[in-house]
Structures are given as C-alpha cells and as structure tokens.
C-alpha cells in the first residue's frame, strides 16, 4: 500500500471514566469533610476544647443601663 491509501486510526479518550473518577474523588473528598467535621464535633462533646470555644468568652459581663426612659 502506498502512504496515502494508508488510514490512521487514533484512540479516542474515554471521557466517560474522567467524569466518573471525577466524580469519585468529589464524593470521597465530601465523605472524609463530613468525617474530620463529625470528629471534631464528637470531640467537642468529651470535655476537650476546640479552637472556637477558645476564642469564645464563658462569661459576658451585663450590659450598662442606659438610665430611666422618660416618655
């Protein structure tokens, strides 16, 4: 056969398995959020302090009365 007469064929991308591992890899990187979120929570309610309670004042003094109100 002459070059000319030849055909290539090429393979064509399986864009089916991209968006499927995709997909996979959002899912699992949804599960292991919920995860550390859920273990943080859990480890919250043993007594141990997480960074927000830290920054979370356990005693707010009352508030100034502005005086009496005349009407």
Do not use: C, F
């Amino acid at each position: 056969m002459s070059p000319h007469l030849r055909k290539t064929i090429l393979a064509t991308p399986n864009y089916g398995y991209e968006k499927r591992q995709k997909e996979l890899a959002k899912k699992r990187k949804k599960e292991d959020k919920l995860k550390s979120k859920t273990e943080r929570k859990d480890a919250g309610d043993t007594g141990e302090s997480s960074a927000e309670d830290a920054l979370t004042p356990s005693y707010t003094p009352p508030q100034a009365d502005a005086g009496p109100v005349n009407n």
